[in-house]
């Protein structure tokens, strides 16, 4: 009887040991289910920007409206008879006066 209890006990022992530390043990578990999660928002931004480049494609198909957003923003096109005018955000630095600079 008491051969049999410390038997069961190895073996108990074992089964435990390859549980914690074997190749299909609680670590390797948590490493796969990290790569899973990871590899899950990837495929969301994946999906989400497949997503927008199809609602792009069916734009470009369906209308020019598109086309033509793309040609002005993109290359810089205008219509013929239309006057392109660039705005710049720095001002410009006023120069002083020669009088101004020369009064003492």
Do not use: C, H
Request: aromatic share 4%; charged share 20%.
């Amino acid at each position: 009887m008491r051969m049999a209890t410390i038997f069961l006990l190895a073996l108990l022992a074992v089964v435990q040991a390859e549980l914690w530390f074997g190749k299909g043990g609680v670590p390797r578990v948590m490493a796969l289910r990290a790569q899973v999660q990871t590899q899950q928002r990837a495929n969301a931004e994946a999906q989400a920007r497949n997503e927008q480049l199809s609602a792009e494609v069916r734009d470009l198909q369906e209308g020019l409206e598109m086309v033509e957003e793309k040609a002005r923003t993109e290359l810089g096109m205008v219509k013929p008879d239309e006057i392109y005018v660039q705005l710049t955000t720095k001002l410009p630095q006023i120069m002083p006066s020669p009088s101004a600079a020369s009064a003492p």
